[in-house]
Every structure is written in C-alpha cells, then in structure tokens.
C-alpha cells in the first residue's frame, strides 16, 4: 500500500516556481501594459470611435437576449483623470435596434444627456459611475494614485497579473493583465449596482498610430452578464465636433 502511495504522489504535478515572484512590481507592469498597447498614443488619445453592435440581458436572461444592430461611442478624453468613476472628458454612447434609436446617452464635460435632452445632472450620478471603470489604468501612473500587486490568477486560461488602482478619492478597480502581452483581459469594480466586471478579447494591433483595440468586450454585474459589445471598426485621434457631445430636447 504505501509503495501504491508513494507511486501516486510521484505522479502529482509540482507546485509551480516562478522567477519573478515578487517582480515585477506594479509599477512595471502598467508600464509594460503602456508599451504592449500603443505607448504614449494610448497613454494619453485625444478621441477614440467605435462602431458595431450589442447583445443586450435587460433581463438577467437567455430568454430576454435582444440585439442592437447598430452601437457606437465617440470619446474625447481628458487630459488628467483624479477619480475613476465618475464621467470625464466628453463621451456619449447611442445604440439603435430595428432602425431605431434605443437609447442615447452623452457627456458634454459639465451635463449629461440622454435621448430625452438634458438630464440636468452632472457625471457622478449613479448611472454614470457604473459606466466608468477603465480609462484609469492610462492615469495610474499619476501623483496621488497608488497601485497595489494582488495575486497572479488566470482569465479564460491565460495567465494574469493583478493590479489594484486606488485614485485620488476613494476609487479602486482591479485589472487583470496578461502575463505574456500585457493586454487588460478583465476589470472590476464596485458600483451601487453591485460587482462589476468586464472581459475583453478580440484584440487588433493597429500600426498607424499605433494602437492594441479590443473589439468584444462582456459586461456582467453579480456575475451575471448584461451585455456584450463587438465592435467593427475604430479610429484613433480624429477630430470629433463639440456638437456631437449634446443631444437637445426632442
């Protein structure tokens, strides 16, 4: 029995080494995310468009599964970015299904918006705290934010870094980054709608400006997905109007 004992125990896998544990700190690992992704041009864009479309949960169910043909989001992003989740810079977000708008909502800088016009509330209102998560990762090098190295996990079977980013208030979002690529595959963050993730994938690297998209990203809140965004086509640093970021009253 105990040689039978010794034989199994011979056959377990080891536990694993590895040679950087403890290194890299967190501090290169955001500057090698910078890097992978698209150096300064991604650090710091000007805009970003995004066009495709959305599978939409709006009830937390297969059965409920509805597609919007068409989304898109235009972006101008700001300069400096204190606090992770609230709305920045300028942004807004339409979607249509079956020819015709769904929803619309907008950031001007000062007021949001939605389909409605003016919502008469500025970017830290519940809904838009929900909505902002991401963008922090290019500021997290900035005074005042501080950066934690969490446990090594995995994402869909990819080996992960994690790293908390802690802004300037009180703000914190995970991300998960490859180990090989150093591309974001998740995030998460408490909003007042509970635990929230994303998952991308699909990544494109584009050469001029240089520039690593993901085109599908899965949003779940609870663990349970909402909605999945695949987008088609983007562009980086073209000019976008002031008057795309206000939407007037019907």
Not at 18 to 42: F, L, M, N, Q, S
């Amino acid at each position: 029995m105990r040689a039978v004992f010794a034989l199994l125990l011979a056959c377990l896998p080891l536990a694993p080494t590895y040679a950087d544990d403890g290194i890299p700190t967190a501090k290169t690992i955001i500057e090698r995310v910078y890097a992978a992704a698209g150096g300064e041009t991604w650090r710091r864009p000007l805009t970003l468009y995004l066009g495709g479309y959305g599978i939409f949960y709006p009830d937390g169910t297969e059965a409920g599964r509805k597609i919007n043909e068409r989304h898109e989001m235009y972006r101008v992003y700001p300069q400096a970015s204190p606090l992770a989740h609230v709305a920045n810079g300028k942004v807004r977000i339409n979607s249509w299904r079956g020819g015709k708008i769904l929803f619309e909502n907008a950031f001007d800088g000062v007021q949001t918006y939605t389909q409605a016009g003016p919502t008469g509330t500025a970017g830290d209102s519940r809904e838009w705290k929900e909505n902002f998560g991401f963008g922090i990762i290019r500021y997290a090098l900035d005074p005042g934010m501080t950066l934690t190295r969490l446990p090594d996990d995995s994402v869909e079977g990819r080996a992960t870094y994690t790293i908390r980013v802690s802004d300037t208030g009180e703000g914190t979002t995970l991300f998960s980054i490859d180990k090989e690529n150093y591309r974001v595959l998740k995030i998460g963050f408490a909003t007042p709608k509970g635990w929230h993730e994303r998952l991308y994938s699909e990544f494109i690297d584009q050469s001029s400006p240089r520039w690593v998209q993901p085109m599908r990203v899965r949003l779940y809140y609870n663990g349970i997905k909402q909605n999945e965004i695949v987008w088609q086509k983007f562009e980086v640093n073209k000019p976008i109007a002031d008057a795309v970021f206000v939407i007037a009253k019907p």
